[in-house]
Each structure stands twice: as C-alpha cells, then as structure tokens.
C-alpha cells in the first residue's frame, strides 16, 4: 500500500460516502462531484487497497470484508480533519450545523419537543439527526464518528467516552380504567397474576423489574413483549395487562389513553437518564454547546 504522502485524501472522502450510501450515484452526489468522477474514484480505491471494496448485489453495492475493516479508521480520521478545520468557536444563532444523536422513543418523547422548541429560538441553522437505540448499553457509533451523542440508559461507559447523568427515572404501573382485576389498589398477588408488558430490544433478558423480583424469590409472567416504550401504554389501554413504566411516560399517556396509575408493589430501582460522548468530540465547542443545552432541557423534567 502507499504511503500517506502518495495518497489523494480525497479517494478517502469517496470511500466514506460510498460505505455510507452504498450506491456510486448518491456517494457522487454526497460528495458534490459527477457520476462517473466517482467510478474514476472507486477504481483508484481499488487499486490503491488491492481489494475490489464493493460488489454488486441485487440489493445494491455491498462492501467487502476489507472495505468494512478500513471503513471506521477512515471516519474517525475525516472527522478529526474536520474539526480541525472547523473553527474553534461556536455560535449558535448563526451556525449551520446537523448533530445525530442515538437514543431511544422514550427519549425522543420526553426531552425532544422542548429541545427543539428552544433550537428553533436560539439556533434555527442547527438540525437533529436522531437514529433509534434502546439498548441499556453506549453504541459503538460515537467511537466511529458516526453519531455525535447518544441520550438513554446505559450501565457502563467504555474506554476512551464521557458521560454526564441528565435525570432520574422512577416506575409507575399502569392499567386500562375499567381492569376487571384491579380496583382501588394494586396488590403484589394481583400484580404477579396479570400478564405484564415488557420493553426490551434484545429477546430472553431481563428487565429492571424481572431483577427486583428475582431478589425477592419471585417472577412475573410476560403477556408481550417490545422493543418500543411508546408501545407499552398503548397495548395497555386496550387489554388486561400491566406495564411497568416511566412516570414521565405515564404522564403523557394515562390522560388520553384513561389509564390508571399505581405505585408499583415492592420497590423498584430508578433509570438513570444521561448522555455519553466519545473524547474525540469533548473538547468541540459546537458539541459542548449542544450537550450544555441538552443538560438544561432535560433539568426541568423534574
């Protein structure tokens, strides 16, 4: 392979839109160059890494197993020329500016409408990309520079990632208005013997409250399980389960959906709602802008 010095930095910029867009067409039009100065770029990719990089497939252009491999080393490095050729200031009102952010649609529901509402003030060249997760984990998308923020649940943080906890979430159990099991109190017998929904994005693990319980001795029963929150009170509202959710879901739901609200029947843990970013970003003033508005918003959910 050649030396950096012997490499146009550009076929590197063509290679990350075409990963990314998996179509010469789009990555051509990604980049703002023609159609065929693209297939010109690709052939130089190919013979510069000795691989074909990309094969046809009647779902389109399909990275091979080395363009895959090289692809995350070269998006962490754009980025990094990118924010060194960005200027070290950031101001809001005239900036334009797209952030994504990975997070999940109770977040979404509860922090993103006021969040934009004060973009649309303060910063009205600034988009939001939001791409869905819901694992109870940081995606490997901030190491890549794929994503400049993720907004959720998380245990622990990786090497290398900083994070900064927004809120606190406490359970509330849920039940249609006119349950034939539940009256005026929500018993643990009762709770045990009706069917509960689950929120969960990978199928067989446990939830918060799966765990509380097995530290009792004790187990639910699961009548269905999903991988959105804004399921859970819906579903709900239309048969006999219950559903253990976020106080700040239920206060958006049990109004319109008539939905009756209890403690829940022996102690559950709260969420911890927070923010994780990888290093490579910290220092950014565009970033540490978005993350300090973000932390504001999200203070007065409580």
């Given at each position: ?298 203070r007065k959910l409580g």
């Open positions: 392979m050649a030396e950096l010095r012997a490499v146009n930095l550009n076929l590197l910029v063509a290679l990350d839109a075409l990963v990314a867009e998996r179509s010469v067409t789009r990555a051509a039009r990604r980049v703002g160059v023609t159609q065929s100065a693209m297939s010109s770029s690709l052939a130089q990719l190919r013979a510069l890494f000795d691989d074909p990089l990309f094969r046809r497939t009647s779902h389109g252009m399909e990275p091979t197993p080395r363009a895959i491999a090289i692809a995350a080393d070269i998006r962490v490095g754009l980025s990094s020329f990118e924010r060194a050729l960005s200027p070290r200031s950031f101001d809001p009102k005239t900036a334009q500016r797209s952030f994504v952010v990975a997070t999940s649609d109770f977040v979404e529901l509860v922090l993103l409408p006021r969040l934009l509402e004060r973009l649309a003030r303060e910063a009205p060249g600034v988009r939001l990309e939001l791409v869905p997760w819901g694992l109870h984990e940081v995606p490997p998308s901030l190491e890549r520079a794929e994503a400049d923020l993720m907004i959720g649940f998380y245990d622990k943080v990786p090497p290398r990632h900083r994070h900064a906890l927004l809120f606190d979430d406490v359970f509330t159990c849920i039940v249609r208005r006119a349950h034939p099991r539940v009256k005026s109190k929500l018993t643990l017998k009762t709770w045990l013997e009706l069917p509960h929904v689950l929120v969960s994005q990978r199928p067989g693990s446990p939830g918060a409250v799966d765990r509380a319980l097995a530290a009792r001795g004790k187990s639910r029963i699961v009548g269905a399980r999903v991988s959105h929150f804004l399921l859970a009170p819906i579903i709900v509202a239309r048969t006999d389960m219950v559903a253990a959710v976020s106080a700040l879901l239920a206060d958006v739901f049990a109004p319109a959906l008539r939905l009756r609200r209890f403690a829940p029947p022996i102690p559950l843990p709260k969420g911890r709602v927070g923010q994780v970013w990888h290093e490579q970003v910290d220092a950014d003033p565009a970033n540490r802008w978005l993350r300090t508005i973000i932390a504001e918003e999200a």
